[in-house]
């Protein structure tokens, strides 16, 4: 069996940066995403934008996959919880006002990010912490 090596903060970091690649490229406050370019062209739908979608449908599928095999349902609810309990924290500390959409909407943006980025790295997480491994990583050779 060939030596773990496991995760690095190298390898989380790039996990997060494809995480936020694939979330603000299909939707951000601004006007450069993929739901702004496809609502602003419906009528004149292109190739490119149907390649786009696809790639962008790809990555949501590995990054929900991973996330949900990862973390299970009640992991879900601890971390939204969570970042959802921050977030009442930042309103409250007035870090951030309640009613402003546009910020609201990147701090969910950016917890969505962490929460995807987590759920797909999580296996290497626990096996760092606790030694225990998944049985989807278990190599075929028992």
Not at 36 to 42: A, P, Q
Request: glycine share 8%; hydrophobic share 55%; charged share 15%.
């Amino acid at each position: 069996m060939a030596a773990y090596k496991g995760i690095t903060g190298l390898g989380f970091l790039l996990r997060l940066v494809a995480a936020m690649v694939l979330v603000f490229s299909t939707y951000n406050p601004t006007e450069y995403s993929y739901y702004y370019w496809v609502s602003n062209n419906l009528s004149d739908p292109t190739p490119w934008m149907a390649l786009a979608g696809i790639l962008l449908l790809i990555g949501w599928t590995i990054y929900l996959r991973a996330t949900a095999r990862s973390l299970g349902a009640f992991g879900l609810f601890l971390a939204a919880a969570f970042f959802g309990a921050i977030i009442w924290l930042m309103i409250d500390l007035n870090l951030i006002e309640a009613d402003s959409f546009r910020a609201i909407t990147w701090i969910v943006l950016c917890i969505l990010c962490g929460i995807l980025a987590i759920g797909i790295s999580w296996s290497h997480i626990r096996r760092r912490m606790t030694g225990q491994v998944d049985v989807d990583e278990v190599d075929g050779d028992v």
